[in-house]
């Protein structure tokens, strides 16, 4: 007789004496060896229990847990002589048993939101112990709208035509929102655009060639599967060199060029013009670096600072707080000083100097915190001086300069510093792995996501496909043809809603933080290099500065949740809106 896997916590759903009696009447017909089963579980409650069951975030947690199913349960191998039409009958009584009990949980689960202005722990760090603070500029400090990629872009794109005889036809395009996320990875030789998860597999379904999505099998014959090997990946800091083929976009600037480097191929592959994609890279990221480089950008953005800024009055509550409690504070930042100064007085205001111990631009990170041989340069409205430095004076603007010169002249050392940036290998690397500095890694895009996240519509979809996904974990067992043809419906119904899923964040490339249900490589970086993550640092007013950030504890997979869910501090330590 075929065999029956079903765990207990699966058997004993049914609500009222009705499910019961008939699964009494089923069981009946089956011998088992499984020993006795108990029926005092006090699993046998009708919907109005089960809400009143889930009222708190550990009962959800537990109660979800059992509708979705224990990967860890070792199956009850017993055997039945019931029909395949029976089987088909109970298989869909227990999909729609399943999905009633899932859209019971959604009315909970919207009421235990997540507060988008949490500061959320990878690693367990005490703002006790926190004496020093440092800051990136750009995208930390400083906000800037979505008119900053368009002038990025814009720039670029004449540079390529002006500077790199590019055909004129380009300037056709114009910069697309939303049409791509950061953390993605471009292989350099075939021009290509992808996200990638965190086991350098990449996510069939969001491989671009241009603008357009490039065919899974296709994808699977050129990389022999979906498969990245190491070997031609991204180097240490995402970029491509040294034999690695794939550039990976870590920063909110990387947005503008994967969108030119999208344009582009796209103009050449519909004009059927025959070109070499490593060069085609290599001028795109040059025309990118000029934007910067040659002060295009930052005389665009000087000269009309409030289209391009966002005011920072949360930054400089944050300044201020920290400045009131005693701490000392420093800047480090690649931008020239000029550019800063007028987003700083535009942001917290002319005294803004008063308030950092260090201030140091044109840093050049991240070489600066791995380069021993620049000393630093002290700016002054004369220009850059050409004295050696032996302090590190308050209100003085130094340039240049490293890391290792910057601990010997401060002492400011170890875990007693937190420093927050939104690169997370320019900024946040090698101060963790080398020099053990804390770390909050700024990432504005939460905000967006957790907003949808805390959505009806995601909720939903979500809290189904897990159930789903459990069901058809359980249900595989069943080898007859009939219970395979209706695993496989639900097999194609969970691919539908992870596709539709991924729609929710980026109709192209979805999540900044997961592929499916992996997380992506971009997640995987940030949770190794960061202690703390959040949508901006005005998120740190929702805390005093005694407080402790703990990392949620999830069970590993050979781990059972023995244990209460514990959810991740925010908010004043509440991690849920009301």
């Not at 920290?322 to 000392?328: A, D, I, M, T, V």
């Not at 004295?387 to 340039?399: A, M, P, T, V």
């Amino acid at each position: 007789m075929p065999p029956l896997s079903l765990p207990r916590t699966c058997i004993f759903r049914y609500k009222n004496k009705d499910s019961f009696q008939r699964l009494a009447a089923w069981c009946s017909a089956i011998h088992t060896d499984c020993g006795t089963w108990s029926l005092g579980s006090g699993r046998l409650s009708n919907k109005a229990q089960f809400l009143k069951t889930t009222s708190d975030s550990v009962s959800l947690a537990r109660t979800a847990r059992q509708v979705w199913g224990r990967r860890s349960t070792t199956p009850y191998m017993c055997y039945t002589t019931s029909s395949n039409d029976d089987r088909t009958d109970w298989l869909w009584s227990e999909y729609n048993e399943t999905k009633s009990q899932t859209e019971a949980l959604v009315p909970v689960i919207l009421r235990n939101s997540v507060n988008p202005d949490t500061i959320f722990a990878n690693n367990e760090m005490s703002l006790h112990d926190i004496e020093i603070y440092g800051f990136d500029y750009d995208y930390t400090l400083a906000f800037y709208s979505s008119h900053l990629h368009t002038l990025i872009f814009n720039i670029a794109r004449d540079i390529l035509i002006e500077e790199h005889r590019y055909p004129e036809g380009l300037r056709e395009y114009e910069y697309i929102p939303n049409f791509v996320v950061r953390g993605l990875h471009y292989d350099v030789q075939k021009a290509l655009l992808m996200k990638i998860d965190a086991f350098h597999y990449i996510q069939l379904g969001t491989v671009y060639r241009g603008l357009h999505p490039v065919p899974d099998k296709e994808v699977i014959a050129m990389y022999e599967g979906s498969h990245v090997p190491l070997e031609i990946m991204s180097d240490f800091y995402g970029k491509s060199s040294h034999g690695h083929t794939m550039k990976q976009f870590m920063d909110i600037f990387s947005l503008p060029e994967m969108n030119l480097l999208c344009c582009v191929n796209d103009y050449f592959m519909k004009h059927n013009i025959d070109y070499e994609p490593v060069h085609l890279y290599k001028d795109v990221k040059q025309a990118i670096g000029d934007v910067h480089v040659k002060g295009k950008m930052y005389r665009a953005v000087e000269a009309d600072i409030e289209k391009y800024i966002c005011y920072g009055e949360q930054t400089h509550a944050v300044l201020k707080k920290l400045s009131e409690n005693g701490k000392k504070m420093f800047l480090i930042t690649n931008s020239p000083f000029d550019f800063v100064d007028r987003g700083m007085n535009y942001i917290v205001g002319k005294d803004w100097r008063d308030l950092f111990d260090v201030v140091i631009v044109q840093a050049d990170k991240p070489g600066f915190f791995n380069d021993r041989r620049k000393p630093f340069r002290r700016v002054t409205d004369r220009g850059v001086l050409w004295d050696r430095i032996h302090h590190l004076e308050k209100g003085q603007i130094y340039k240049q300069g490293n890391l290792y010169e910057f601990l010997r002249l401060t002492g400011w050392r170890g875990n007693k510093v937190l420093y927050f940036g939104d690169h997370i290998y320019s900024d946040l690397a090698d101060l963790t792995l080398k020099h053990g500095w804390r770390t909050g890694a700024i990432i504005p895009e939460l905000r967006k996501e957790i907003k949808i996240m805390n959505t009806e519509e995601y909720i939903h979809t979500m809290s189904w496909l897990q159930a789903l996904t459990g069901l058809v974990e359980r249900m595989q067992v069943y080898r007859d043809p009939a219970s395979q043809a209706v695993v496989q419906q639900w097999i194609e119904e969970r691919e539908d809603i992870r596709s539709r899923t991924k729609d929710i964040f980026n109709s192209q490339f979805g999540s900044l933080f997961r592929t499916y249900h992996n997380p992506t490589y971009f997640s995987r970086r940030l949770s190794r290099f960061a202690d703390i993550y959040m949508a901006s640092i005005s998120c740190l007013l929702n805390y005093d500065l005694q407080h402790t950030f703990f990392p949620r504890r999830t069970p590993l997979q050979h781990e059972a949740s023995l244990w209460p869910e514990q959810g991740s501090a925010g908010g004043v330590g509440a991690p849920h809106l009301s």
